[in-house]
C-alpha cells in the first residue's frame, strides 16, 4: 500500500468532518421535521438515505482516527470506505435525479441538501483523496451492491408486511413499490415507468459501474499527484 501524503491527509481530514457534521445535522433536521414532508419524522431512519449517511458519518469518524495513527490503514478498511462512498453516491444521485423531480421547489430542503448533497459530494472527494493509495482490486466491485440490495430486501418486508414509511405509504421511494401500475416486472407510462425488479436491477448495475470508475479515477489522480510530487522532489 503507498503512503499517503501530508497534504491528503489534511485534505481527508476536513472532508472527513464536513462529512460527519453535515451527517448528523442533516438527519437531526429531518427527525425533527414534519412528518408531512418527505423524510420528515421519526421515521427518516426507515430511509435508505438516513441510514446511508449515519453508515457514511461512523465510516469517516473511525477514517479520522486511523488516519491520525503513524502506522498505514489496512485495505480492508478501504474496501469499506469503497463500498460506503458508492453507497451514499447512490443517495445523492437517486434524489437529484430521480425524486427530486417528483417533489417540486421544496426537494431542497435544509435537511436534504445536506444529507443529499453535502455529504455524497464531500465523501466522494475524500476517497479520491485517500484511497487511490489502497490500490483496491476491482473484484472488491461487488461489496458495493450488497447495502442496497440489502435495504431492498429490508424495504421488501416492509412493503409485505404493511410497515408505514409514512403515512398510509407502505413503502419508502416509489420505484419500491411493488403495487404500483407497473408490478414488479412490467411497464407503464407514468411512475415508476417500469416494474420494481427492473429498478432495484437497473441501480444495482449502475452501483457496478460507478465503483469501476470510481476504482479507475482513483488510481489516476493518485499517480498523476504522485508523478507531480516526484518531480518537485526532484
Known amino acids: 500500500m503507498n503512503k499517503i501524503s501530508a497534504t491528503r491527509k ?3 481530514f476536513a472532508l472527513k468532518l464536513i462529512v460527519i457534521f453535515a451527517a448528523v445535522t442533516g438527519t437531526f433536521l429531518s427527525a425533527y421535521a414534519s412528518s408531512k414532508t418527505f ?8 430511509y435508505f438515505t438516513i441510514q446511508s449517511n449515519i453508515a457514511m458519518a461512523i465510516i469517516c469518524a473511525i477514517g479520522f482516527c486511523l488516519l491520525a495513527r503513524a ?3 489496512s485495505g480492508a478498511w478501504h474496501v ?4 460506503g462512498t458508492v453507497a451514499i453516491t447512490l443517495t445523492g444521485v437517486v434524489f437529484g435525479f430521480v425524486l427530486a423531480p417528483t417533489l417540486g421547489a421544496n426537494a431542497w430542503n435544509i435537511q436534504n441538501t445536506l444529507t443529499h448533497l453535502v455529504v455524497p459530494v464531500a465523501a466522494v472527494v475524500d476517497f479520491f483523496a485517500v484511497s487511490g493509495a489502497a490500490g483496491i482490486k476491482r473484484k472488491n466491485v461487488i461489496f458495493a451492491i450488497v447495502p442496497p440490495l440489502l435495504y431492498a430486501i429490508y424495504a421488501s418486508i416492509g412493503y409485505v408486511n404493511g410497515w408505514q414509511f409514512a403515512d398510509s405509504i407502505n413503502y419508502p421511494y416509489f420505484f419500491l413499490n411493488w403495487g404500483s ?3 414488479a416486472f412490467g411497464f407503464s407510462k407514468e411512475l415508476p415507468f ?3 425488479a427492473w429498478w432495484i436491477l437497473a441501480l444495482l ?3 457496478i459501474g460507478i465503483g469501476f470508475c ?3 479515477l482513483a488510481d489516476l489522480i493518485y499517480k498523476k499527484s504522485e508523478n507531480e510530487e516526484t518531480r518537485q522532489r526532484g
Open 10 to 12: 489534511r485534505i481527508s
Open 39 to 46: 423524510m420528515g419524522g421519526r421515521r427518516v431512519f426507515m
Open 71 to 73: 502506522k498505514p490503514i
Open 80 to 83: 469499506v470506505k469503497f463500498v
Open 181 to 183: 401500475t407497473a408490478g
Open 194 to 196: 417500469m416494474g420494481t
Open 205 to 207: 448495475l449502475f452501483l
Open 214 to 216: 470510481y476504482l479507475a
